[in-house]
């Protein structure tokens, strides 16, 4: 015992000895005299070291030189500090800036900490009085922003976006005098815009996009003279559009999208001479567009999509002859593409899908040469489709109008998307289609390559009695296959043949109830029914990833290198009514959604036999399984979690409000929830969906999964 009190009493000395002088080790390559003290210098180096972010073969002696990311001022004071963002230099991040006292990089201006993985602020952060740049965004902060972090004097750039930031937005804020660039975008702040950040005459740039902000728009903060960019979409704000800001000749950014903003487009928005990007979209403006508009001359992008804008498209909007983006969809505009637009020379995007449009698609449409993505879709258009509309293009949506005539042969090599359903179209469909990766025929009933049923009511939809067409690309490759069994077995194919054709007759009304067909909605010419057998191995459990209440699930990588998914109904599921109304029910709502956040069906095959899915491939599986997994979870931190959250909302908003008509998934669970590698969300299993009729009784049996279902119904259970 009295050895371990003496081993202790001499540590304890060591200790005092080493307070008393003052010394510390420092890092190999720098030099101190044995009788001195710490210089800021030396701690600076020490600091630096001790974050190990950059690798051993740089030495701290040469640290202002060829340090990546670190610059000094001429006495060798570090003034900037940026980690290396790059794979090839190697830090650990998080790891070591906990034990950091930063306030030793006294001389510090910029420093920039994004994608760090912090998960708190560093120590002496705050008594850093001479930053102008002050970048922590892309961690996983919480809570609150501190008091502190607002007192910069001399701060000119503050990014603390992409965090978990909560709260209230500080009115401190409104005290750093000399700010430029405000950006706290992609966090979880609540209330209002701080009122004093109006006395921050000096803000070019404020960025509060996807927050949870709500109130009025502040029109204090949008009259300051020197803004260029307002970015508040994706927030809850209310009220009108202030008429105050647009006495700011400066602003040329303005994204107010995905609120709740209402009211009319004052048409004192005209004076934003200078403005190049304009989105109102995704809010509740009503009335029409006003002729001012034409005033912006240097527009770029103009958004006005998902309103309650009527009226028609104003002719003035012909004078912004730079504009690229023009999208005005999911609105109440009706009558006449104007001619006037034809002046656009530089548009690569035009968007008037799904309002009250009518005439005819003009042709000088055909010479907007940068045109590459139309979407007339959901309009009263008719005539013809005009010659040369298809090749420049690479997306042309067409579709739910009353378009007549043929289909145009001149189709251009990007062309990848065509979508011409629910037409009038006749003739044969050009074999020029078959380059196209992605095309939509159906609901063309005038159309020789077959039947197309162009019934829409809701009674069929529910009874689950269908009349689907047959894909031309399909018939052609049964042909195909006929042709070489007939060669093959030629005399048993003739047997077999007439014994099929008296089948059929017999058998007729059977088989329009049942179905027997092979269909690719999306159909690129690769993708075929052998493929997906020889894939699978006629569907052998080796290839088995999952098995579902009324089917199994199969990877197959096809011969073109692709990887699919496909969901097989189970041979005594796919004989009971209730399963193939199931099933013929996700095939036809997942043809009417296209959206990021939903799964992609690619194709189909129903047929007495063997019926089946066509699924984008998917590769982390479902969250289920993923939470279920250990250390699948772990990785699932709460920044990823909250992602996961958002896509699963923006696929349901799709879903409720830009579908027509609504769609409800009636069975959001975990195990309907799909990640692909990145960890994006898509949402799958619309077995049960349902396309919801306004001018009718909506009410329906209870669907669901035990555990997701609202708590009101759990007495139906």
Not at 155 to 177: A, R
Not at 540 to 569: E, M, N, Q
Not at 703 to 713: D, E, M, R, S, W
Request: hydrophobic share 35%; charged share 15%; proline share 4%.
């Amino acid at each position: 015992m009295a050895i371990y009190t003496s081993i202790l009493m001499v540590l304890i000395q060591l200790l005092l000895c080493a307070s008393s002088n003052s010394y510390t080790i420092l890092p190999p390559g720098t030099q101190r005299n044995a009788t001195s003290k710490v210089s800021p210098l030396d701690k600076e180096a020490y600091a630096l070291f001790s974050l190990h972010w950059w690798s051993i073969q740089y030495n701290i002696s040469n640290r202002c030189n060829n340090w990546p990311g670190v610059e000094c001022n001429n006495n060798g004071s570090i003034t900037k500090l940026s980690p290396p963002k790059d794979s090839t230099y190697t830090f650990k991040r998080d790891l070591y800036i906990r034990d950091i006292d930063f306030s030793v990089f006294s001389n510090l201006v910029h420093l920039d900490l994004s994608q760090m993985d912090l998960y708190e602020l560093p120590l002496g952060l705050s008594s850093l009085k001479k930053l102008t740049l002050l970048n922590i965004s892309s961690n996983n902060l919480q809570d609150e922003i501190p008091f502190s972090l607002a007192n910069f004097p001399q701060l000119m750039v503050f990014d603390v976006s992409n965090n978990l930031f909560t709260g209230q937005i500080p009115h401190e804020i409104g005290m750093l005098e000399n700010l430029v660039t405000l950006d706290l975008s992609f966090n979880m702040f609540s209330g209002t815009i701080p009122l004093s950040l109006s006395h921050v005459t000096s803000l070019n740039h404020l960025r509060i996009s996807n927050n949870q902000l709500d109130g009025e728009l502040p029109s204090t903060i949008l009259s300051l003279f020197q803004l260029k960019t307002v970015d508040l979409s994706r927030n809850r704000f209310l009220g009108k559009l202030p008429t105050t800001f647009v006495n700011n000749s400066q602003l040329r950014n303005l994204n107010l999208s995905d609120n709740r903003i209402g009211g009319y487009i004052p048409c004192e928005i005209g004076k934003l001479d200078n403005l190049v990007v304009l989105d109102l979209s995704l809010n509740q403006l009503a009335g029409p567009i006003p002729d001012q508009i034409g005033c912006l001359k240097n527009l770029t992008s103009l958004h006005l999509d998902s309103n309650w804008i009527n009226g028609s498209i104003p002719s003035s909007i012909g004078l912004l002859t730079h504009l690229k983006e023009l999208t005005l969809g999911f609105n109440h505009i009706d009558g006449l593409i104007p001619a006037e637009l034809e002046h656009l020379v530089h548009l690569k995007v035009l968007d008037i899908s799904n309002n009250a449009i009518f005439g005819s698609i003009p042709k000088w449409i055909s010479a907007l040469t940068q045109l590459t993505d139309i979407r007339l879709q959901g309009n009263q258009l008719c005539g013809v489709i005009p010659y040369g509309i298809l090749i420049h293009s690479i997306h042309v949506d067409l579709s739910r109008n009353h378009l007549n005539g043929s289909i145009p042969s001149q189709i251009g090599y990007n062309l990848s998307y065509l979508d011409l359903n629910h037409n009038n179209l006749s003739g044969k469909k050009p074999k020029e289609l078959e380059s196209i990766r992605f095309y939509y025929l159906y609901c063309n009933p005038f159309l020789d390559d077959g039947y197309y049923d162009c019934s829409d009511s809701q009674d069929q939809r529910d009874s689950g009695h269908h009349n689907h067409h047959f894909s031309p690309s399909s018939i052609v490759l049964v042909l195909i296959i006929v042709a070489s069994v007939l060669i093959s077995f030629s005399s048993i194919g003739i047997g077999i043949c007439v014994l099929r054709a008296r089948y059929r007759r017999k058998h007729k009304n059977k088989a329009a109830k049942h179905g027997d067909l092979f269909s690719i909605w999306n159909y690129d010419g690769k993708i075929a029914f052998e493929d997906i057998i020889e894939a699978t191995q006629d569907f052998d459990i080796r290839y088995c990833i999952g098995t579902g209440a009324y089917g199994s699930v199969y990877k197959a990588k096809l011969p073109s290198g692709k990887t699919v998914a496909l969901k097989k109904l189970h041979k005594t599921e796919s004989e009971n009514p209730s399963y193939y109304k199931s099933f013929c029910n996700e095939v036809e709502v997942l043809t009417e959604i296209r959206h990021r956040n939903i799964i992609r069906l690619y194709g189909y095959c129903l047929h007495n036999r063997c019926m089946f899915l066509v699924y984008e491939y998917l590769e982390r599986g479902s969250l289920f399984c993923n939470l279920a997994d250990e250390i699948e979870a772990q990785e699932l931190n709460w920044r990823k979690r909250v992602n996961i959250i958002k896509g699963t909302a923006y696929a349901l908003a799709h879903m409720h409000h830009h579908c027509t008509p609504p769609i409800v998934h009636r069975d959001v669970s975990s195990n309907n929830i799909l990640l692909n590698s990145e960890l994006e969300v898509c949402v799958s299993d619309f077995g049960t969906a349902r396309l919801l009729d306004p001018d009718s009784s909506n009410q329906t049996l209870l669907v669901g999964t035990y555990g997701y279902v609202a708590p009101v119904l759990e007495w139906w259970l």
